[in-house]
């Protein structure tokens, strides 16, 4: 059964950073081969992708994110990081991880807030 853990969440004031985490489980060295992401989703409002990162390295970025959040992954941990800096009260969300396999099939991690005070 493949697990996502996300850590790393918070309560920061604008202007400071935050590093998440999110380690799988489950997916043995299958884990190098999937593609990863970062959602969040704010009170009241839809679920966005923030950032994904590919088997290969490439990586997308939200406009919103661009130049201020990096997606990374340690492929002997099994994790995926999304450094978060020049955080915006706006940035408040749940952040969900989620892995997509080489099969297709996806899994989503449980989520961890993040709140960034003005």
């Known amino acids: 059964q493949v697990q996502l853990v996300e850590s790393g969440g918070g309560l920061v004031q604008a202007g400071e950073s935050l590093r998440l985490s999110c380690t799988a489980s489950?997916?043995?060295?299958?884990?190098?081969?999937?593609?990863m992401h970062w959602h969040r989703q704010a009170p009241g409002k839809q679920r966005d992708l923030v950032a994904a990162i590919g088997s290969d390295g490439s990586t997308y970025y939200a406009d919103s994110v661009k130049g201020r959040f990096t997606i990374s992954r340690d492929n002997t941990k099994n994790t995926v990081y999304l450094q978060m800096n020049s955080l915006k009260p706006e940035d408040t969300a749940v952040y969900y991880c989620q892995i997509r396999r080489s099969n297709g099939v996806e899994y989503w991690g449980q989520g961890t807030q993040v709140t960034v005070s003005s």
């Open positions: 489950g997916v043995g060295v299958g884990f190098s081969r999937s593609r």
